[in-house]
């Protein structure tokens, strides 16, 4: 079965491990710093939950981290700058309604890859669902990818971030120099 990806539904299943806690379980970078699990909730700044390429994820506010989003345990702990801005407390994470998480699922599931399926605070599941209707899939250069900890990167996954975009780019920048020659030659 197809889903938006959630903590949950990404990494091993781990019995007795809220979804929040897998990441520090399954992926701790840092060597200067033992394992630990955070025990207090940080009552500021609140993360919110996004859809990025498919994936449910929160960004790390205070570094360039992001994770997946645990949609059963809304906590962020990050396993890069272990949340130190917050004395290395978790932060809560905003999500959506039940119902709009379900009518964001299906809005994006409906479109025939991951680089389409995206969505920020702010997007109604009606306007995804008249951008499905209006189906304009072609894209140049797309939305940025996030990468998240503990995410297996594919060489599809680079061959189409990476590869592609700079693929692109310098099919874009030939084509600017062409019409600069043009202007200015
Ligand atoms: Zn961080």
Same mark, same amino acid.
């Given at each position: #079965? #197809? &889903?938006? @990806?959630?903590?949950?539904? =990404? ?17 701790? =970078? ?19 939950? &996004? ?54 699922? @299906? ?15 702010? %997007? ?6 008249? @951008? ?25 996954? #680079? ?9 692109? %780019? ?16």
């Amino acid at each position: #079965m #197809m &889903v938006i @990806e959630t903590a949950e539904s =990404y990494f091993a299943r781990t019995p007795g491990t809220p979804g929040a806690e897998r990441v520090i379980h399954l992926h701790w =970078y840092r060597r200067d710093v033992a394992r630990f699990v955070p025990t207090e909730i940080a009552p500021s700044p609140v993360a919110v939950a &996004v859809v990025n390429y498919g994936r449910w994820i929160v960004r790390c506010p205070f570094c360039r981290g992001a994770q997946f989003a645990a949609r059963d345990d809304r906590r962020f702990f990050c396993t890069e700058c272990l949340n130190e801005a917050v004395a290395r407390r978790w932060i809560r994470v905003r999500w959506p309604a039940a119902a709009t998480i379900t009518g964001i699922d @299906e809005a994006l599931l409906a479109r025939p890859g991951d680089h389409w399926r995206n969505w920020e605070p702010g %997007a109604s599941v009606v306007q995804l669902l008249a @951008e499905n209707a209006a189906g304009n899939w072609h894209h140049s250069w797309s939305t940025p990818r996030d990468w998240t900890t503990g995410e297996i990167v594919t060489a599809s996954i #680079m061959n189409t971030h990476v590869r592609d975009e700079f693929n692109e %780019a310098v099919a874009a920048q030939a084509s600017s120099a062409v019409l600069a020659i043009q202007v200015f030659g």
